[in-house]
């Protein structure tokens, strides 16, 4: 993975519409973009989770700086056809409450989850994670594999950039850097629009209709979420280092569904590896598509879905 485009793929969106004034004030955000599913309680804090249709559990978790409606845009609909279609706002984005320790790690992120989960019901569900989001899944399919029947990553941010501490990471300035990196980036892009960052994601793609308002962009802005996306982006490399020698012994399924032209998260740098590493793994990659991959190909997302679903029957 190309680390400074990682970090500006997953901070533009947030900053540029800052730049612009596009943004209403806070209370005006919440009013605009409401909850579209119910708040569950897991362990004191609020979790956001869209729950439609019935069969197998198929959890969506959505990547950096984003929330939920990415998923319910398009492919949580077509998901709940043939099964019961979650969606959660990751800790600390949309509605969903931020643990005050740790909350940047992916392993803490799936235990909020994972509770959640728990207190709606679920029993043995399908991990759909794009992006960082697959980070946070297979943390969960690491800490709860017989709880978990199989994990579908798409685009997926899960091997580390640096099989080595950085300087940064060591003296504890990571986030600090990232920190000065979004400030810079802040300044930088003040000529553009939010429409043209929410492209850039989507090359070689365009975003398809409607997206850029139906997904609640602003709800990244707010000063909370936006903290809590540094702290994701800086936590991020440490806790893949920290994950990533376990992947060998998940004996569940995985599907690795990823953009060849995805200048994100390369192939040679995340998916191929990734599926090497496991030896059940099934790699599908996707001719001259980029980053937003459950977009672009939501069929092959939920082939890949229903492929784990048969596995385990």
């Known amino acids: 993975m190309d680390r400074r485009r990682f970090l500006t793929s997953t901070t533009a969106v947030g900053l540029l519409g800052a730049c612009t004034g596009a943004v209403p004030p806070l209370g005006d955000v919440n009013g605009a973009y409401p909850p579209i599913g119910k708040i569950v309680n897991a362990g004191g804090l609020d979790v956001h989770a869209w729950d439609r249709g019935t069969g197998r559990p198929v959890i969506m978790i ?46 803490v992120q799936a235990r909020v989850l994972a509770a959640a989960a728990r207190e709606m019901g679920v029993q043995r569900p399908i991990l759909v994670g794009h992006s960082l989001g697959a980070a946070i ?9 017989d709880s978990v029947a199989g994990v579908v990553s798409v685009s997926g941010a899960v091997m580390p950039w640096s099989e080595r501490p950085m300087l940064a990471e060591l003296i504890g300035l990571d986030e600090v850097l990232i920190g000065f990196y979004f400030d810079y980036l802040s300044t930088g892009l003040e000529d553009g629009t939010i429409e043209r960052f929410i492209a850039r994601n989507f090359r070689p793609q365009t975003p398809p209709p409607g997206y850029v308002e139906a997904v609640g962009i602003p709800l990244a802005l707010r000063p909370d979420s936006i903290e809590a996306n540094k702290e994701d982006i800086a936590s991020l490399n440490t806790a ?31 998916p191929i590896p990734f599926s090497e590493r496991l030896g059940n793994a099934r790699l599908t ?22 492929r784990i679903d048969a596995a385990v029957a």
């Open 240 to 270: 893949l280092r920290r994950q990533a020698p376990d992947y060998g012994r998940l004996t569940m399924p995985v599907e690795v569904v990823s953009g060849a032209a995805d200048p994100i998260i390369r192939p040679a740098r995340q």
């Open 62 to 107: 959505h990547g950096a700086g984003g929330n939920l409606r990415d998923f319910t845009y398009d492919v949580a609909p077509m998901v709940a056809e043939n099964y019961r279609a979650i969606a959660f706002d990751r800790p600390g984005f949309g509605y969903t409450d931020r643990p005050a320790e740790r909350g940047g790690d992916p392993a």
């Open 285 to 306: 990659l996707l001719d001259n598509v980029g980053h937003m991959a459950h977009h672009a190909a939501p069929q092959e997302v939920i082939a890949a879905v229903a």
């Open 137 to 145: 899944a297979m943390a969960w399919a690491l800490a709860e594999p």
